[in-house]
T-cell receptor
Framework: EAGVVQSPRYKIIEKKQPVAFWCNPISGHNTLYWYRQNLGQGPELLIRYENEEAVDDSQLPKDRFSAERLKGVDSTLKIQPAELGDSAVYLC???????????????FGPGTRLTVL | QKEVEQDPGPLSVPEGAIVSLNCTYSNSAFQYFMWYRQYSRKGPELLMYTYSSGNKEDGRFTAQVDKSSKYISLFIRDSQPSDSATYLCAMSEGYSSASKIIFGSGTRLSIRP
């Protein structure tokens, strides 16, 4: 079974430019997460989707970040305009409907490494 | 002060040694305690999780939780070069998707052949 797929794997842009990241979760997983991992730090949640609905976006910097999950499957995270401090690895994760399991394991993709110059 | 504190290392040990990785936390509401392994240029993968206090063993890996001290540990027996990675502790108040996972900063481990 394929894992969480993310693209691109690497992206280098100049500040003030827009950038978008794409995520395809594991088939059948209803919940999708976007995390940001700064160098030498653990992942921090940006936004969580239950199917198509963004149910927790409290940590998403809404002035420049946006996300969508059309049809409750793939998701896109966008930054416009990018700033130097946005350089990080952006991780996507997915999990099953928690009503189907006793523990809600999150499965992570390989991430997109963003460098803003 | 961070909710979860973890020594960043790096930690370098010879092959076959017993490795001890640790985290402390401040939120007494945490009930689920996880250890993730992250290889370079990869996403984190769950090694094991523990509910509340106690020990849990899975092969060469043992997780311990001491809620009274707010201290968790991961022990790796008979360490192998393939265990070289960054180990992230993580915690949450519940098991559902609504329970936010708080990660430590990770400890970089290197096993010398």
């Amino acid at each position: 079974e394929a894992g969480v797929v993310q693209s691109p794997r690497y992206k280098i842009i100049e500040k003030k430019q827009p950038v978008a990241f794409w995520c395809n979760p594991i088939s059948g997983h209803n919940t999708l997460y976007w995390y940001r991992q700064n160098l030498g730090q653990g992942p921090e949640l940006l936004i969580r989707y239950e199917n198509e609905e963004a149910v927790d976006d409290s940590q998403l910097p809404k002035d420049r970040f946006s996300a969508e999950r059309l049809k409750g499957v793939d998701s896109t995270l966008k930054i416009q305009p990018a700033e130097l401090g946005d350089s990080a690895v952006y991780l996507c994760a997915s999990s099953l409907d928690p009503r189907q399991t006793s523990y809600n394991e999150q499965f992570f993709g390989p991430g997109t490494r963003l460098t803003v110059l | 002060q961070k909710e979860v504190e973890q020594d960043p290392g790096p930690l370098s040990v010879p092959e076959g040694a017993i490795v001890s990785l640790n985290c402390t936390y401040s939120n007494s509401a945490f009930q689920y305690f996880m250890w993730y392994r992250q290889y370079s240029r990869k996403g984190p993968e769950l090694l094991m999780y523990t509910y509340s206090s106690g020990n849990k063993e899975d092969g060469r890996f043992t997780a311990q939780v001491d809620k009274s001290s707010k201290y968790i540990s991961l022990f790796i027996r008979d360490s192998q070069p393939s265990d070289s990675a960054t180990y992230l502790c993580a915690m949450s108040e519940g098991y559902s998707s609504a329970s936010k996972i708080i990660f430590g900063s990770g400890t970089r481990l290197s096993i010398r052949p």
